[in-house]
């Protein structure tokens, strides 16, 4: 199976999950985007009704409103959330941000009774930072000072650009992409959050009650362990 066919059938598997009558928040991101078209094909054979969504950027926004799912603005709590992840433990501990919706998708995520993770198999890895860097939104004019702050801390830090422009987030902000070669992500989560100029880091720590792991030979329901 390719890793785009291995997205879809972890999405399909989290869109199980969905009743008519429910709030749902929306992912952003390559596989996020199956959730969402996976959503919009039910609502249209009839299968969901009276759904409602929030979506966590306005890429995802626009997909859902183009496949007629009901987009409302975030009050009070959802019944859940799909989206996808950049790493994730076994204790369902995920790295989020390379799409660059972190702060959105947080917002969102937090306010969900129930947050499904939906990703293939390649995003497992056994502690954070193994493979994907750490995204940081920062206030453009602190861009640079919280660089050097977190630099401090030991990361080695970058400016995600492109077209060799820095990239803007949906809130009009800048993300710094961190790396550290050893990091105790939960004791640094609150030091980054308190940073002057930090709008949010993609730590999503024990956010997550399931995740959807799909490998060639099915999709893995997985919930927080201390192994794989």
Known sequence: MSID?????????AIENVRSG????????STAKHAINLL???LARGDLRD?????TS?????QARALGIPIVPLQGRLHLAIDGMDELTP???????????LTREKIVESRTDLLILIADESKKVNHLGEKAPLPVEVIPLAANVVGQELERLGADVFMRQVNSMPFVTDNHNYILDCRWQEWQPHALAPIITALPGVVEH???????????????????????????
């Open 5 to 13: 066919a291995l997205k879809r059938a972890a999405a399909q598997k």
């Open 22 to 29: 429910m709030t749902v928040g929306l992912g952003t991101g």
């Open 40 to 42: 919009g094909e039910k």
């Open 51 to 55: 759904i409602q969504a929030v979506a």
């Open 58 to 62: 306005s890429a995802s926004e626009a």
């Open 91 to 101: 204790q369902l501990d995920a790295i989020k941000g390379l799409g660059g919706a």
């Open 202 to 228: 993609g730590l999503f720590l024990g956010m997550a009650q399931v995740a959807y792991l799909a490998t060639a030979s099915g999709v893995l329901e997985c919930i927080p362990s201390e192994h794989w």
